[in-house]
């Protein structure tokens, strides 16, 4: 758990995590685009689900303007292979197993839910640039209406 919160003008941290297929992302190989990276609690939940289909739909739209998704949670490769076959997913989808990635981001620590405090993945959204620098640190974000929340901050409305 952290209470570490990056903000604009931070390096992004890097990682190495395996995505849906069973192939490592190096997190500063994609430098030189932009990047959204965006955490999220578990793979097929109602709230994940309308999430991920939301970035899906609007994938073209962010593709067209150079800028990379990429969906990190704690499932392993074997729930975001489904998820992503379920919901024909196709962007990057990010296995945080060891929770190590999202503590670097501080996207694992307390959050409000249903009224109790709860030790979990708090949905987050960050931008980063081409140089790898944090743009954008968005804590604590709505599934619904996210996407459209990010296509204003990147101009691509």
């Known amino acids: 758990m952290t209470d570490a919160r ?57 593709a067209a303007a150079g800028v990379r998704v990429l969906g990190v949670s704690k499932d392993d490769v074997d729930k975001l292979k489904r998820f992503a076959e379920r919901d024909r997913l196709t962007f990057t989808l990010l296995a945080d197993t060891d929770l190590a990635v999202q503590q670097a981001y501080g996207t694992w620590g307390e959050k409000s839910l249903y009224g109790k405090i709860v030790v979990g993945a708090i949905r987050s959204t960050f931008i980063i640039g081409e140089d790898g620098r944090i743009e954008k640190a968005l804590y604590n974000v709505k599934a619904t209406g996210h996407v459209a929340r990010l296509r204003r901050e990147l101009g691509l409305d």
């Open 6 to 62: 990056l903000a604009p003008g931070d390096l992004a941290p890097d990682f190495t995590l395996l995505d849906q297929d069973g192939t490592a992302v190096t997190l500063s190989d994609l430098r030189g685009s932009r990047v959204v990276l965006y955490f999220y609690p578990e793979a097929m939940t109602p709230g994940c689900t309308t999430e991920a289909c939301d970035f899906r739909d609007n994938l073209n739209s962010f």
